[in-house]
């Protein structure tokens, strides 16, 4: 017989997490799953510096294995599985995972965000060869090595800051001279003797050497045209992020980049399903506002349960 639950939670980020702490506490036995990477994105980050309550910081894979803990002694119920297909268009909703299929009255999606990429075939075929998403997870694989990081938003600023301490040099390739990343993380970036700047240049193509990783980029000047080779050993992409959306595709609302669409705190389109965290938030991003987003989810979606018994 198919489980049916009151609420399941898709999505192990801090705001999936502090949505199971708060619906485990009004007892209405979450079950979450976590999906490929419990933990979220905070699990491929070091330090995080601007979560409150921790006055000396935290390592990001330490606080969401807090965060889960938590939400197990609460009494959540933590599924390591991935959610395949869901079916809103009835109640209870199915959400079919790679292993069984459960339903439930209400569903909270805190699925997140994943990095977006450039889309060259060379960035694919080298990708752990040199070039990486991620410079918190690879950065420690380039000591004394010259690598790139591309885009200019505060992840790019992070990155290339952090890269600096394996690092011989970091070229931070920007396809314009205007900056989305906040002062204080240009400063920052600016101020570190290792880290360069190339602005108006597009990487175009990244060339392995003849052992397979990474041994230059091709440049393409944005406002010339013209073509440049940069030898380099590792090539770190930060040019910001897409929302874990496409399951829920033709189910709920969504904007023109996926991102769900909320209303009233964190209702979807369709009642009885609400979105929390990067899933559906552009703006702010920040752990402390998904965790804060997972909590109104949790408690809209309690109410929401209670207003269907009445
Ligand atoms: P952003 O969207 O802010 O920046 C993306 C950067 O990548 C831009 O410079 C953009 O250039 C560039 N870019 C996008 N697509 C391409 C492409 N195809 N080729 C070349 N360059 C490209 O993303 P971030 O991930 O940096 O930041 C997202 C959010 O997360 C922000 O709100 C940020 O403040 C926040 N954040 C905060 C941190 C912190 O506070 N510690 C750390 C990291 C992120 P262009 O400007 O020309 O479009």
């Known amino acids: 017989m198919t489980e049916i639950h009151d609420v399941v939670i898709i999505g192990s980020g801090p705001s999936g997490y502090t949505a199971a702490i708060y619906t ?3 007892n209405l036995k979450p079950v979450l799953f976590q999906g490929m990477q419990p933990g979220g994105q905070l699990t491929i980050t070091t330090d995080v510096e601007n979560y409150p309550g921790y006055p000396e910081g935290v390592l990001g894979p330490k606080m969401m294995e807090d965060f889960q803990k938590q939400a197990e002694r609460m009494g959540t119920d933590i599924r390591f599985e991935q959610v395949t297909e869901v079916d809103f268009s009835k109640r209870p909703f199915t959400i079919k995972t790679d292993f069984h299929s459960v339903q439930a009255k ?3 999606i805190s699925t997140g965000a994943s990095a977006k990429l450039l889309g060259l075939e ?45 690092a011989s040099k970091v070229t931070i390739v920007h ?14 970036a600016k101020a570190n003797p290792k880290i360069d700047w190339m602005l108006f240049k597009q990487v175009v193509d990244i060339h392995a050497g003849e052992n397979g990783k990474v041994k230059s980029v091709t440049l393409e000047d944005t406002q010339s045209g ?19 959306s496409k399951i829920f595709e033709g189910q709920l609302d969504m904007d023109e980049t996926g991102y769900i669409k909320v209303h009233d ?7 009885g399903v609400f979105a929390s965290g990067d899933v559906m ?3 702010y991003r920040q752990a402390v506002t998904a965790a ?3 909590c109104m989810a949790a408690i809209d979606c309690e109410r929401w349960l209670e207003r269907q018994e009445h």
């Open 24 to 26: 485990a506490r009004a």
């Open 106 to 108: 209400s569903v909270i």
């Open 122 to 166: 060379s960035e694919t075929k080298l990708m752990g060869h040199g070039v990486s998403a991620c410079a918190t997870c690879d950065g420690a694989f380039f000591p004394d090595k010259e690598v790139i990081v591309i885009g200019a938003g505060d992840s790019a600023m992070e990155e290339a800051t952090y890269l600096t301490r394996f």
């Open 175 to 188: 396809r314009r001279d205007v900056f989305r990343a906040s002062a204080v993380m240009v400063d920052r």
């Open 226 to 244: 013209e073509r440049s080779e940069l030898a380099c050993d590792g090539v770190f992409v930060a040019i910001g992020h897409t929302p874990n």
């Open 265 to 271: 705190g964190t209702y979807t389109s369709v009642e």
């Open 281 to 283: 938030d552009k703006i």
């Open 292 to 294: 804060g987003s997972g």
